[in-house]
């Protein structure tokens, strides 16, 4: 059985935009940093489910570019990530979580400015081995006309991630 929690898509836009602008805001600041390329608005990478692209330069002097889905999350408190399984549960489409082509997923929480870079695919494979372990529950959120649409995900102790997968960091930004 699962709980459903409801959102506005004002209250949903605002966290994700105050996350991807603190974690961009974080990113220039590494010295390493030759760019950092905001791709929400583009369909090719939203089809992949990736926000940014960080490009950094390696020690060799080569550039890397690194893909990072981003999820904004106000529920610190809770000692959970909230990783989505099916994006619109009337559609059937699965969550980002399950197909992110990102190489990190930045898991912020706004309030705490606490960052937990979760390693891809790496931390979704230890999530789907462990699915039946974890809560769901749902989220419903307004997108006019009185309309509204379901996300699908499951609560997960952010301490067994840690413990579970390795590269898994945490920082205070």
Known sequence: MSTLKRYSMSDASEIANRAAADIERKLRSQPATVDVVNVEG???????????????RLDDGS?????IEVKGDRYYKTGNYFLETISNESRG????????EADFVYYYFVDERELHILPMPATREWFRKHLSEFKERKTSTPVGNGEHYVTVGRLVPRHMVSANVPGVKILKI
């Open 93 to 100: 489409t699965p969550g980002c979580f399950m197909y992110t």
């Open 63 to 67: 550039i890397k570019t690194i893909k």
């Open 42 to 56: 583009d369909a090719e990478y939203r089809a992949k489910d990736i926000d940014i692209l960080w490009l950094r």
